[in-house]
């Protein structure tokens, strides 16, 4: 059976990589199935263990960017089962592929925690257009700022001032995500989301991926050996 085709759209929140993946499914002919790290985080990932719940140091927990400044900046770390986790998902994309489907992908491909090595890993063999949406930071700030609650939170897991709770720990891991998002240098196509509209967004995804897959996992693991 011949392999489906893999679309992978990363960038930070607010880089409009939901709303991208969402437009192209509705736009691209044939059969593509949808999934996502948002979908992953909201509907898979038992809110317990993530960075805002009681059990984050075994899943996706937020620490000090610098241990001596503890109301300071955040980044992620990966306890046992936030690993476990994101590997059980980069599975799921190589096995929707295997199957003969082709998925569109969202994700936070960062180098530290290494989820693209492990996601390029699992994907050897398939044919993958890795695309990065990256507009300034200042409209991302603005972006997210403009964001309203609409998501019901998980109260009693979280507590009562858990909305309180989330906007800061988010407030401050923004700025360590835009830069672990982006650290990575190579892909097959990178788009300001500022300068282009959705539409924009996805004609140039589309005219990339009438060429072919992308060569950027074939190049990223030769860069990143052990992620074979």
Request: contains cysteine; proline residues 8%.
């Amino acid at each position: 059976m011949e392999p489906g085709r893999i679309v992978i759209v990363t960038g930070t929140s607010g880089s409009g990589k939901s709303t991208t993946c969402e437009l192209l499914q509705r736009r691209l002919p044939g059969f593509w199935l949808l999934y996502g790290i948002d979908h992953f985080m909201a509907a898979t990932f038992p809110a317990a263990y993530g960075h805002h719940g009681p059990l984050c140091a075994e899943g996706i927990r937020a620490e000090p960017l610098n241990p001596d400044a503890p109301d300071g900046p955040l980044r992620w770390r990966f306890g046992e089962y936030g690993t476990r986790a994101f590997n059980a998902f980069h599975e799921w994309i190589a096995a929707a592929a295997r199957a003969g489907c082709n998925i569109l992908v969202d994700h936070l491909l960062m180098l530290d925690p290494p989820l693209l090595q492990d996601c390029i890993g699992r994907l050897e063999g398939l044919p993958v257009l890795l695309v990065a949406l990256k507009p300034p930071y200042e409209v991302l700030t603005a972006r997210v700022a403009e964001r309203p609650m609409t998501k019901k939170l998980p109260v009693d897991i979280l507590g009562e001032d858990a909305a309180r709770k989330i906007v800061d720990r988010l407030d401050r891991l923004r700025p360590w995500f835009y830069e672990a998002c982006y650290a990575n240098d190579c892909v097959d196509l990178t788009i300001d989301s500022a300068a282009h509209g959705p539409e924009e967004v996805c004609a140039q995804i589309e005219a990339r991926l009438s060429n072919g897959p992308g060569t950027a996992c074939d190049e990223l693991r030769q860069r990143y050996p052990a992620a074979r």
